[in-house]
């Protein structure tokens, strides 16, 4: 008899998992929602209950308690036993004064661009494009459009702000040769060239990408070259380093 409970029990538990595998978009569209309304920012100084981030962001605190509760069942915010919430080191990172910043690539991550393809994930698996299906066009068709409204996210800065903590590694792990030049191909905003320039100041860095997302870059003052177009592009082999990101 005793076998029998044991073996219903794991069966229970197994049920279980499954069920809330299959609700795991609840906690992305939790993550986005309070990364929007900035709850990381406001919970910087000091733990805070619901009621007094939800006053603060124009929140219903009752909704946003739960919201924050599931969020810290996996460690992204903690909830203390009189009910206030505080970061966790995880939390840190939704900050947007964090340094090293993940706001954007969480806001990219759980964009709709996102959302809605993988919830029809199947249409891929029969041969067709759930992206084009869902807009129209290709993924990066559609965020190569000029004038994206600023309601419907921003890609580029999503990649810069994901390859933040990438780029810190990666600066500290290799060892790049002095005087070199150095070519960042599809480099976006120009984060990881940025932080390969500050870590070796002898180096001369070009930018390659597209001129919408050169206009937006910031490293004019370290002596960049913004490259657009191929045809403008110095040859590839007066570099002596080349950079891509998978």
Do not use: C
């Amino acid at each position: 008899m005793s076998n029998n409970n044991q073996l219903k029990n794991k069966d229970d538990t197994a049920a279980l998992y499954l069920l809330e595998q299959a609700m795991g978009f609840t906690f992305q569209a939790s993550l986005r929602a309070a990364t929007i309304l900035g709850v990381a920012d406001h919970l910087k100084k000091e733990a805070k209950t619901a009621e007094e981030v939800g006053q603060t962001v124009g929140a219903d605190s009752r909704q946003l308690n739960r919201v924050l509760r599931m969020l810290a069942s996996r460690n992204i915010f903690a909830e203390s036993a009189d009910g206030r919430f505080s970061l966790t080191p995880a939390a840190q990172y939704l900050r947007s004064d964090h340094n090293d910043s993940l706001r954007a690539a969480v806001l990219m991550l759980t964009d709709k661009t996102f959302w809605l393809p993988l919830g029809n994930l199947v249409e891929n698996l029969r041969g067709e494009s759930a992206f084009k299906k869902a807009f129209g066009m290709s993924f990066y068709e559609y965020w190569s459009r000029d004038n994206i409204p600023e309601s419907e996210g921003d890609f580029h800065a999503g990649m810069s702000s994901m390859s933040s903590v990438e780029n810190n590694f990666l600066v500290r792990s290799y060892d790049f040769p002095k005087h070199a030049t150095v070519i960042d191909i599809a480099g976006g905003f120009g984060g990881l060239l940025l932080k390969v320039l500050q870590h070796n100041p002898t180096l001369h860095g070009v930018l390659f990408d597209r001129p919408a997302v050169l206009e937006r870059t910031a490293l004019a003052s370290w002596g960049m070259i913004h490259v657009g177009k191929p045809r403008q592009v110095i040859s590839l082999k007066a570099a002596q380093q080349l950079i891509f990101i998978y």
